[in-house]
């Protein structure tokens, strides 16, 4: 009796402290589904309202351009459009962009040149832009940006309400929010993640209070459970068409105890799954057989000496009416390639010596060798060709490219890696701790077990039902609970 006795009065004062949180987390829950994370540029609208490169304006060679930057090793090199200018972007540490047409370095741009960048993004005239200020500090929307702080707030005069956030340093827009865009992320994101910004600017007060409060919810749920097998009180023999008489509750508490014992289960699963995802004591590993595969595979660091001058007529013949907007610089098993994207869907692989549109896939062959190579001394225990998602690789946001080959080490870590053929790049690896995490966190916190997960809207059905249900439950115990502590606190008033 004494353990019941407090076994009930936790359960009531955890859940008056924990409920109205474990309703908004349930609700958000839904918003997440359709409005996804917080407001951001998506790449595809980046590439949409990016202008075309002028080929014929590119007067340096990618190499060039790298000794101008004092950039010996690049990392990652883009070529694209910068105030209505070809440049290029290196990537390597804090990014540096080289004008391609006469070698200048851009420098920080004042408030007029950033008016214009906001208003060739927006395809709207200088005079129906704002500048909001200058953010030396994140906001509710630059959160995920701290590190390209100062950014520029621009405010457009259109019907979405738009927001702009331009950096002075890369010189193009890096956040994109609208009215609607804010506002899902007020109904979703933001109090699912508990995104407030004056506590996510803080990394590690923010990580705690998710640990905790999940970590509580989880007592919550398991104390509810318990409850609900103790409380429960059958005569002898059993009989089924009298179970709700074997409820001892009445009103709201035997409605609460309903949906407890009906979605108590899904709600410890999902509380424990979110605890989960921030990787508490660094349960999963980083490591896993493979570390030199990337560079097996690419043939080694970028050499931008083997990529010749851009020849804009050349270019023209080959591409065929593609439209250019963003050329990335690649090395594939050992040779130079550009990556073109354009408005079309697909990106364009072209071979630089001599150039030419690469049309067939990586062979298999090829790959495998590569990989032996980057791992030589670790067995593979099975390769595969998928051209369909498997239970790890699948398709999520974006969606990522099929067919793809499925290595399976025969290390201690049990790792899996994914190698995309068209590109001979690594694009996905887990070890035997990530793949169970993909079960314990993104299996119970999302419920995408491909069995209904690829069968929507009936995947969404399910879930808005579990999830009211559990928000229900919540509200009801809040209601309960805080009707339970008015009458205690007015009795020892009066």
């Known amino acids: ?23 908004v987390w349930f609700l958000s829950g839904i918003g997440m589904i359709y409005a996804g994370g917080m407001p951001r540029l998506t790449p595809a609208l980046r590439l949409a309202r990016e202008p075309p490169l002028d080929l014929t304006r590119i007067r340096l060679t990618a190499s060039e351009a790298a000794a101008k930057a004092g950039r010996p090793s690049p990392g990652r090199v883009v070529l694209l459009t910068i105030m209505d200018r070809p440049a290029y972007r290196l990537s390597a540490g804090r990014p540096v962009t080289v004008f391609a047409d006469n070698g200048e370095l851009l420098a920080a741009i004042d408030e007029a040149g950033v008016m214009a960048i906001a208003s060739r993004f927006m395809d709207l005239p200088v005079g129906r832009l704002a500048h909001a200020g200058v953010l030396r500090s994140a906001d509710q929307w630059t959160i995920a940006q701290r590190g390209q702080m100062p950014l520029h707030k621009i405010a457009a005069d259109d019907a979405a309400r738009t927001e702009l956030y331009i950096s002075a340093r890369l010189g193009e827009v890096v956040v994109h929010t609208t009215r609607g865009s804010r506002a899902l992320a007020w109904a979703a994101a933001i109090p699912h993640w508990l995104y407030f910004a004056p506590l996510r600017v803080n990394d590690a007060l923010w990580r705690q209070v998710v640990l905790w409060t999940s970590g509580l919810g989880i007592v919550l749920a398991i104390i509810g459970l318990a409850l609900a097998i103790i409380q429960f009180s059958p005569s002898r023999p059993l009989r089924v068409g009298r179970i709700g008489s074997y409820i001892p509750y009445a009103g709201w508490m035997r409605w609460h105890y309903i949906t407890g014992v009906v979605f108590g289960v899904f709600t410890l699963t999902w509380v424990f799954s979110g605890l989960l995802s921030m990787e508490p004591w660094d349960w999963v590993d980083r490591g896993g057989a493979g570390g030199g595969l990337r560079e097996a595979l690419t043939g080694g660091p970028l050499d931008l000496s083997r990529f010749p001058a851009i020849d804009a007529a050349a270019w023209d013949h080959v591409v065929r009416g593609h439209t250019v907007k963003e050329v990335e610089f690649l090395r594939a098993q050992d040779d130079p390639y550009y990556l073109v994207r354009g408005s079309e869907p697909a990106p364009l692989l072209l071979a630089a010596n001599p150039l030419g549109v690469k049309r067939e896939s990586f062979s298999i062959a090829s790959i495998m060798t590569r990989v032996r190579e980057g791992a030589p001394n670790v067995p593979i225990a099975e390769s595969a060709v998928l051209t369909d998602y498997d239970s790890y690789y699948y398709a999520r946001d974006p969606n990522p490219p099929l067919p793809v080959v499925r290595i399976k080490f025969s290390d201690p870590n049990r790792t899996w890696v994914y190698v995309d053929p068209a590109m001979s790049q690594v694009v996905a690896q887990f070890t035997g701790r990530k793949r169970v995490e993909r079960w314990v966190y993104h299996g119970f916190h999302s419920l995408d077990f491909g069995f209904w997960y690829l069968k929507r809207p009936l995947w969404d059905i399910g879930v808005i039902a579990l999830s009211l249900g559990g928000a229900a ?16 606190v007015k009795r020892m008033v009066f």
């Open 473 to 488: 439950s919540s509200a009801i115990g809040l209601f309960v609970g805080f009707r339970r502590l008015a009458r205690r």
């Open 1 to 23: 009796m004494s353990l019941r006795k407090w076994l009930i009065l936790t359960h009531r004062y955890l859940g008056i402290a924990l409920s109205l949180l474990f309703v």
